[in-house]
């Protein structure tokens, strides 16, 4: 007998579809890192393969690695959970991220112990290969495809199936730059203009028969130059889904600048080519592709249907009174279903972290209350808990609360998204992770997570000018820098209003500089400028949508407006009267800036 | 690389259970007396590791181990509840006094139930032995050997404790390699080819002298002597008092610096 033998085991628990992984990468990796300490491989092409497979540098040292562990389509099982769970406390730092792309990252892993989480991810059929460097990265589907109710058909199977088809594809393993799919439910759910390729599922009636196909939206972005994505044409069908992806990779390809880092992702091609020009090229890449391609090549679309069972009770936990939280988590943080009877439900976690205990316990939460025995990252560094049912729904919140998972506002303005900042990154200036953290206890405890008026809005944080804290799409955002007094400096953020990603997309309007230590107060000044003002329907979203765009006829007419009105915010004080406004979150030394090199264009 | 000897540093599940059966064995509990006294492996004798480390001079754990009925040829297993770690602590120790024939059951007291195997509450009744001393230095490091010795080529510092208490503060010169990192779910020690090819990725290998350390007794760094002793490294050393004595002494701290990695942490 062996102890393994006798191990508790899920029999009725789903399988993944897909095994992204491949053992022989890690010992690969470590053979690779060996021969590179013995300085048998240079440093740029040692980059290159470190990012190629999905560790990326560290702030101030060159021990550490964070390795990025993809979730195609954001799908993630209980045991992978497991194994993620556990991999965080032998390699990391006992937490694990969720991030804004759907990947998990585990921080602060010796170089040399990357191999290892390699291949514990292996055993577990998962993978960070390609979820860094330039490359297809992590291929995004929404957290409710397959759920929402505003949705034509459920995109998963496309989005699982592009990255499969991607992955380790020559194609995709030396671009310019990175490269970003997502895909979505819905125009609300999505964030499809933002991002290299977006798609919105669509249907259209062809002679009496549905044919399914999708809304391409291309050459948008986020970053320090963002750009809203354009539309290819009315309708693109299902057949031709890869024909176009591949003909745009392959444009990106032939036409990506390769010699400005700075200026090489493909939003930046469709800018300089325009619009029109770019999307005829497209449209004649795409014939040339569809007439050339053996009839192999496409998408390997699995679309049978999850198995949804809801689980067996084991403990029946009946009676146990409904605690006075319920309510407000019930309203902030699920939604219900296209499928009647059953909700889904968002986990929200400060800036996207959480422990190893936390991830093991949310292990076992999954496989008693989802019926579909699985969880979906989603866009906000949260997770989605879908087929919860109804009458589970109480349960469900007891138990997360006893894991400290149960914090509401997840669909709210209170769950703000906050980069890694300076807990990890090279290029921040600011603790833009520690400030989103300290935005949502407040708004917690002011309970405005409760408030209508405020529930569609946004905040989000990124640490420096590159956007991976989505500032601009943002209804507040936020990038870091320093500002100084004489010889002193101190945290700051350039703030932005009307940052929008749905049906109406646009760039938040440059609004103020703003301290660190006054985010809070400015963004709780706003709320009561908004209070003031607000027509009765009016939600925040709306109200400084009209004010950026020059539209609202109250009190406050302009974003002009709103800065005078800040003006009293940004103005330092000296540092006898107040040393801490110095200081930045997380920190109790006087701020400075320091950075390294960046690896996104490496 | 140099000769490397296999040693036994565990003990499995079934060879214990026939070594209980053949009565050729001293098995010690270093749990709390109150969980002993609740139930334990037959056999076994309590030794609370609180009252090895009230005092563990040589004299009075020699008294421990003659009371505990082991002599120098009896075979000790010792088990925990507590992923092997004060268990290896209680190891060690007799290791120290001279003791040859000392293992750690490869799984905790939690396991060894939950695998519906036996237990009681007896308390045994013991005959009292008497236990030569024979003192290894070779396997103790104090403060004065590590600081005098922690910067020579060859010797390599291990810092057992999570990474974050790393990061925020250790002895100049440690890599970092957490207790965590050492066991697989079900064992208290990994495999030995996968310690192996562990430690062979961190160059941790048998031409090194090695010296472990934890945060204040010497548990988890404990742990980490028997992990190293698994793949046969041949020199290895634990700094008992750990970075809690070393701290006190206001030796020199690293510490990773300009970065905010505690708010990485969602505690």
């Known amino acids: ?602 | 690389m140099s000769q490397e000897k296999t040693v036994k540093t565990t003990t499995d599940i079934d060879s214990l259970r026939s070594e209980i059966r053949d009565k050729s064995i001293r098995v010690i509990d270093v749990r709390r007396e109150e969980d002993y006294k609740q139930s334990h492996i037959p056999t076994a004798v309590n030794l609370p590791l609180a009252n090895l480390l009230s005092d563990d001079s040589p004299e009075r754990v020699l008294k421990l181990v003659n009371a505990m009925g082991i002599g120098d040829e009896t075979p000790v297993v010792v088990y925990d509840d507590t992923f092997g770690a004060l268990a290896s602590r209680v190891a060690w120790t007799l290791e120290y006094l001279g003791h040859s024939d000392v293992s750690l059951l490869e799984t905790t007291f939690s396991k060894w139930k939950s695998l519906g195997l036996e237990n009681d509450n007896k308390i045994p009744e013991i005959q009292s032995k008497n236990h030569s001393i024979h003192l290894k230095p070779e396997i103790l490091a104090t403060s004065d050997y590590l600081e005098a010795s922690k910067d020579k080529p060859n010797v390599i510092l291990i810092d057992n404790r999570e990474r974050l208490n790393y990061l925020e503060q250790h002895i100049p010169g440690a890599i970092s390699l957490p207790y965590r990192t050492l066991a697989t779910q079900d064992k208290i020690l990994r495999p030995k080819d996968d310690m192996k090819r562990l430690l062979d990725n961190r160059r941790i290998s048998g031409d090194s002298e090695i010296i472990t350390y934890c945060g204040s007794v010497g548990t988890l760094s404990g742990l980490a002597y028997y992990a190293l002793k698994s793949v046969g490294l041949p020199n290895v050393k634990l700094y008992v008092r750990s970075f809690k004595e070393w701290k006190g002494l206001e030796k020199p701290i690293a510490k990773q610096q300009d970065a905010s990695y505690w708010d990485l942490s969602a505690e």
Request: aromatic share 8%.
């Open chain 1, 1 to 602: 007998m062996t102890v393994s033998d006798l191990k508790q085991s899920y029999p009725d628990s789903p399988k993944p579809k897909i095994n992204w992984a491949r053992i022989e990468e890690a010992e690969d990796f470590a053979n690779t890192v060996k021969l590179f300490r013995q300085g048998k491989y240079d440093e740029d092409s040692f980059r290159r393969y470190r990012l190629q497979h999905g560790a990326y540098g560290t702030r101030m040292t060159n021990d550490y690695a964070m390795v990025r562990i993809k979730l195609p389509a954001g799908e993630i099982y209980p045991h992978q959970l497991e194994k993620i769970s556990q991999l965080s406390e032998q390699f990391s730092i006992g937490n694990a991220h969720f991030s804004t792309r759907e990947n998990i990252q585990l921080h602060w892993v010796i170089l040399e112990d990357v191999s290892e989480i390699l291949r514990g991810l292996a055993e577990v059929g998962l993978t960070s290969r390609e979820a860094c460097g330039n490359s297809v990265r992590n291929v995004m589907c929404s957290p409710l495809s397959g759920v929402c109710p505003d949705e034509e058909f459920d995109s998963t199977p496309y989005a699982l199936a592009t990255a499969r088809f991607f992955l380790r594809n020559p194609l995709s393993q030396s671009l310019p730059r990175k490269f970003k799919f997502n895909f979505t439910c819905c125009e609300k759910h999505g964030m499809v203009r933002m991002v290299d390729v977006g798609l919105i599922p669509q249907t259209r009636d062809l002679d009496g028969s549905i044919q399914k196909g999708f809304k391409i939206f291309l050459g948008g972005g986020l970053g320090n130059k963002s750009f809203v994505g354009y539309q290819l044409e009315e309708f693109t069908p299902e057949e031709d889904l890869l024909y176009t992806s591949i003909a745009v990779l392959r444009i990106f390809d032939r036409l990506g600048d390769r010699k400005n880092m700075a200026r090489n992702r493909m939003r930046y091609l469709v800018n300089d080519m325009g619009w029109e020009k770019f999307q005829n090229l497209v449209l004649k890449e795409r014939a040339i592709v569809r007439a050339t391609q053996s009839v192999v090549t496409h998408l390997e679309v699995d679309t049978t249907p999850s198995v949804i069972k809801r689980p067996i009770r084991i403990s029946d936990e009946s009676g146990s009174s409904i605690s006075d939280g319920y309510a407000r988590w019930l309203k902030t943080n699920t939604l219900k279903q296209k499928q009647s009877e059953y909700h889904s439900v968002f986990i929200t976690l400060e800036a996207g972290d959480i422990t190893s205990n936390q991830i093991t316990a949310l292990a076992t939460i999954i496989r008693e209350f989802s019926s579909e025995g699985y969880a979906r990252a989603g866009f906000v560094q949260n997770i989605a808990l879908r087929y919860v049912h109804d009458d589970d729904l109480t349960r469900l919140y007891s138990r997360l609360l006893t894991v400290g998972l149960a914090k509401s506002g997840a669909l709210t303005m209170a769950a703000p998204i906050g980069c890694s900042g300076t807990t990890s990154c090279n290029l921040a200036l600011t603790n833009s992770h520690r400030l989103a953290k300290e935005i949502q206890r407040k708004f917690l405890e002011l309970k405005l997570d409760q408030d209508d008026d405020l529930r569609d809005s946004s905040i989000k944080i990124s640490g420096c000018p590159n956007a991976c804290g989505q500032h601009g799409i943002a209804t507040i955002g936020f990038f870091g820098g320093g500002g100084r007094v004489g010889k002193e400096m101190y945290p700051n953020y350039q703030m932005s209003l009307g940052g929008r990603s749905d049906g109406e997309t646009m760039l938040g309007a440059t609004c103020h500089r703003i301290p660190a230590k006054r985010v809070i107060p400015v963004i709780l000044k706003i709320i009561e400028l908004f209070k003031q003002n607000k027509k009765s329907d009016d939600t925040l979203k709306d109200w400084i949508h009209r004010v950026v765009n020059g539209k609202e006829d109250s009190e406050i007419k302009s974003i002009l407006d709103i800065r005078k009105a800040l003006d009293s915010f940004t103005i330092p004080p000296t540092k006898e009267e107040d040393p801490d406004f110095y200081n930045d979150y997380g920190s109790d030394s006087s701020y400075h800036t320091k950075t390294g090199k960046g690896e996104c264009a490496a």
